[in-house]
């Protein structure tokens, strides 16, 4: 089992940054893909960023660019540093990491960002 804590949103301004903090509880990342997802008001739920067990980093055409994902595995911490914010980034983000081998997923119970304009 693994326990996903993620921390960092908030209210911010039209071109201001944030940056989002996912706290595993154990060390996972060297066999779990770690993923970024959003949850806009009345929408499905969009995968934002990736970054592989070797560091690929893969994202989707409207953060690509402005967003950055991160990992630290001393620290058991995935990282998504979102520059150049804008309101229709707005959403809640949530952290996920999925087995390599198994498939299985874990998820965050999600941090809430709001970007006036």
């Known amino acids: 089992q693994v326990q996903l804590v993620e921390s960092g949103g908030g209210l911010v301004q039209n071109g201001e940054s944030l940056r989002l903090s996912c706290a595993a509880s154990r060390s996972i990342f060297s066999d779990h893909t770690m993923r970024w997802y959003r949850q806009a008001p009345g929408k499905e739920r969009e995968l934002a960023a990736t970054?592989?067990?070797?560091?690929?980093?893969v994202y989707v055409d409207s953060v690509r660019g402005r967003f950055s994902i991160s990992k630290d595995n001393a620290k058991k911490m995935v990282y998504l540093q979102m520059n150049n914010l804008k309101p229709e980034d707005t959403a809640v983000y949530y952290c996920?990491?999925?087995?390599?081998?198994?498939?299985?997923?874990?998820w965050g119970q999600g941090t809430q960002v709001t970007v006036s304009s």
């Open positions: 970054i592989t067990p070797g560091g690929t980093t």
């Open positions: 996920n990491a999925a087995a390599v081998w198994t498939r299985i997923e874990y």
